[in-house]
């Protein structure tokens, strides 16, 4: 997606999400139909006297009494309530359409007003610090936590958010997240499976789900790897999978920035 249209990613995130609602729901009222087709003909009708409660089912105009036939009752109530659900959905579903049109109409109206272009040009630089109104990730990124003490004199790339990392690879990385507006932590401190672990990046989405990032940057060192392998055995152990809460990237990723922009806005936006 281009700045010209990112800049309305809540706005279409948010439609989607009314019709996926809309989906949802019209399912429901398609069994629902299906149900009620398999209903007896006839309407319930209950008054009052004395004696209690008296039931009668209305067929061609005709009323008759079945107060004592129960099967009768019970699928006739049923069969009303049915039709009350049903009345619900479509009435929903209706109106769900014609706002989901109506807000449609206005997205497009935005496009074309005069801060359309700046908004526009605002996400195409792809730096959204400015924008960000994550305000819990903020307090996150800004609490206090342990880091990595092992060879501090390694650190010695510093990124654009302030912080030093060992590597152009993990500055290229930390610079692109703090571009995009996204909470991280550098090296910080995990206990995992009883043990102590320092992960390249901690990231807080705006859910408040945490993803471990791991940059591979050695894959011809042996005894980097082995490591490596033990501490994403770790995180497997601990619930952290490929593909849902960890990322982990080699230096082929780094060669292109669009990989990584697309890693982020895919897995972290």
């Not at 995130?13 to 949802?24: F, M, Y």
């Not at 105009?61 to 079945?66: N, T």
């Not at 997240?177 to 807080?204: K, N």
Request: hydrophobic share 35%; net charge positive.
């Amino acid at each position: 997606m281009d700045g010209n249209t990112d800049f309305q990613r809540t706005g279409r995130e948010l439609l989607k999400k009314l019709n996926e609602l809309d989906v949802k729901v019209a399912n429901e009222l398609k069994l629902l139909k299906e149900e009620h087709r398999l209903c007896p003909r006839g309407e319930l009708y209950i008054r009052k006297n004395r004696g209690g409660w008296q039931y009668y089912e209305k067929l061609k105009g005709e009323e008759r009494y079945i107060t004592g036939n129960h099967e009768k009752i019970a699928r006739l109530m049923r069969k009303r309530a049915i039709e009350y659900e049903i009345h619900c959905r479509e009435s929903f579903c209706r109106n769900v359409r014609m706002a989901s049109e109506r807000i449609d109409a206005e997205l497009a109206m935005d496009a074309k007003r005069n801060y359309a272009r700046t908004l526009g040009r605002i996400y195409a630089s792809g730096d959204f610090r400015a924008i960000s109104l994550d305000k819990a990730s903020e307090e996150w990124r800004r609490a206090q936590y342990i880091s990595s003490t092992y060879m501090p004199e390694k650190k010695i790339y510093m990124t654009d958010s302030g912080i030093a990392v060992r590597s152009k690879s993990e500055k290229i990385i930390a610079d692109r997240l703090f571009a995009f507006g996204v909470a991280f932590r550098y090296e910080a401190q995990m206990l995992i499976d009883g043990r102590l672990v320092y992960p390249d990046f901690t990231i807080r989405t705006e859910e408040g789900k945490i993803i471990i990032w791991e940059h591979m940057g050695l894959l011809d060192d042996e005894s980097y790897m082995q490591n490596a392998i033990m501490k994403l055995e770790r995180y497997r152990i601990e619930g952290f999978k490929q593909h849902t809460n960890l990322i982990c990237t080699d230096e082929d990723d780094i060669a292109s920035p669009q990989i990584i922009d697309g890693i982020i806005k895919k897995r972290l936006l």
